[in-house]
């Protein structure tokens, strides 16, 4: 008997916004059902109500109450709020809000319990999700919160496209305090989870990772501000100390825009729009928003909500494509790496204290 298909759990969204548009054109693609067995955490209703206005074909949705009993071959859902929550396109509102936090809950618990293997998340208003049952400022806390890190560690915010990884080490914070968010810890931290996921998560031996300067032009030896003197600089040598290639730290201003990023298999970001607003304008549309440093896989698109063209029929749903393969790859590469590193080899050395030379195997 064959094993069941990977199972990836989509959560809708913002019902407002543009999330059920791009999966459904996603996954009106039949072709995809080889690849994975989708489980879309939302509402019959709503998506039927997005197909009528989007004026799209019928895509067949088989509606189940449990995860665990999706069906391959088909475009499973899961009903996870009331036939009375309104949808109004394009407009910020607290049904929104609760309509999108349900469904993430419910994906994470089936997450937690193995009824899925990956989870793909469509955007969310940070601002109507929030709420006293979800105080955290984005997904990445979140999953974070709910679900554990690895080692101890925390989790990591990567942009991944198929030619650029970009890391952050400060992720939704207000731009006033990320100057005293960046310590040598904390960017030493964030290079071995980058490193780690590099090898484990996207199958690069030995990366090349590229660190960026907080201050403008690296702060020009202390005269611009003294955090790669201080935090950044120190945590390079350190992680190079622990075997991490790590290099920098680079101006940020001409880093991408010269095209240095091809040399190096990821660039850790001090802060989001660092990071972001580079990676958005070479990757928009095929990038990938993925969590490292979790113990379960989880992607979004790298775009927002789209009030703007919400319900228009105008959102590309490539990232969201992009989105689904991405947390299909790293879920196998993981897979391979774990069984390639579940036996290792027990040291060998010679026990010169007796008067033979014994191999010890133990």
């Known amino acids: ?25 996603t996954l009106d693609d039949t072709r995809i059902l080889e690849m994975c067995t989708p489980v879309v955490y939302g509402s019959a209703k709503i998506a039927a109500f997005y197909r009528k206005t989007l004026g799209m074909q019928p895509v067949q949705l088989t509606q189940t109450a449990d995860a665990a009993d999706a069906r391959d ?21 607290a049904t929104a809000g609760e309509a999108a936090r349900a469904a993430l809950e419910r994906a994470v618990a ?25 105080a955290f400022p984005g997904h990445t806390e979140y999953l974070e919160a709910s679900l554990g890190c690895d080692n101890g560690s925390r989790a990591l915010m990567v942009l991944c496209s198929d030619d650029m990884r970009v890391a952050l080490v400060t992720t939704h ?63 390079i040598e350190d992680a190079r100390g622990a075997k991490i290639l790590a290099f920098g730290p680079y101006a940020a201003d001409g880093f991408f825009g010269s095209g240095l990023y091809h040399r190096f298999d990821g660039v850790l970001a ?24 979790l113990p379960y896989v989880r992607t979004s698109p790298d775009h927002g909500t ?22 299909i790859d790293i879920y196998r590469n993981r897979l391979r790496e774990d069984e390639a590193t579940a036996h290792p080899l027990r040291r060998q050395y010679f026990n010169k204290g007796n008067d033979n030379v014994v191999l010890d195997l133990s």
């Open 1 to 25: 008997m064959s094993e069941r298909l990977i199972r990836v759990g989509i959560t809708h969204g913002d019902i407002n916004g543009i999330g059920y548009e791009v999966i459904l054109k």
């Open 73 to 93: 071959g088909a475009v499973n859902i899961i009903n996870v709020v009331g036939e009375d929550c309104k949808v109004e396109p394009g407009q910020e509102t």
């Open 110 to 134: 089936d997450l937690r319990e193995g009824h899925i293997d990956v989870l793909v998340t469509a955007p969310i208003n940070k601002h109507n999700v929030h709420s006293a049952e979800f």
């Open 173 to 235: 914070l207000p731009i006033n305090q990320v100057p005293q968010a960046i310590t040598r810890e904390a960017v030493l931290e964030k290079l071995r989870v980058f490193n780690r996921s590099l090898v484990r998560d996207f199958g690069v031996h030995a990366p090349r990772i590229a660190v960026l300067s907080l201050n403008p032009h690296a702060g020009e030896g202390g005269l611009l501000g003294t955090e790669e003197q201080e935090a950044i600089s120190p945590a």
């Open 270 to 293: 001090m802060y989001h729009d660092q990071g972001l607003a580079p990676f958005k304008a070479l990757a928009m549309e095929a990038g990938v928003n993925f969590t490292a440093g």
């Open 306 to 327: 789209g009030y703007d063209i919400a319900g228009k029929g105008e959102a590309s749903e490539q990232s969201m494509r992009s989105a689904i393969f991405t947390a």
